[in-house]
Nanobody
Framework: QVQLVESGGGLVQAGASLRLSCAASGYRFSESDMAWFRQAPGKEREFAAAINWSGDVTSYAASVRGRFTVSRDNAKNTLSLQMNGLKPEDTAIYYC?????????????????WGQGTQVTVSS
């Protein structure tokens, strides 16, 4: 079965960096678009970043573009999110998601498998 396990969250001060990782198993990772979503307290889950199956197409929400970088290692079945210049408004639970198929528009696909999430807290 599909398993997605996030790690790397924590408590940091504004301006700091964090790198999230997602270890994937149980499906063909190298053929699947992947994404990061986040959910802040009292808010709905929102899209943060996505990467297509081959890694050559990425997409970002306007709120994180220029600060966050999504990447993948298909040899290691790992998805990453490098977060720089963190702001208090980035505080959320971050979820890794898998589409289970590949495309060239990873921001537009349906993500059907989800990890349990990792907490990121940014203090001011």
């Amino acid at each position: 079965q599909v398993q997605l396990v996030e790690s790397g969250g924590g408590l940091v001060q504004a301006g700091a960096s964090l790198r999230l990782s997602c270890a994937a198993s149980g499906y063909r990772f190298s053929e699947s678009d992947m994404a990061w979503f986040r959910q802040a307290p009292g808010k709905e889950r929102e899209f943060a970043a996505a990467i297509n199956w081959s890694g050559d197409v990425t997409s970002y929400a306007a709120s994180v573009r220029g600060r966050f970088t999504v990447s993948r290692d298909n040899a290691k079945n790992t998805l990453s999110l490098q977060m720089n210049g963190l702001k208090p408004e980035d505080t959320a639970i971050y979820y890794c998601a898998a589409a289970l198929f590949g495309s060239n528009r990873p921001e537009n696909v349906y993500y059907e498998s989800w990890g349990q999430g990792t907490q990121v807290t940014v203090s001011s």
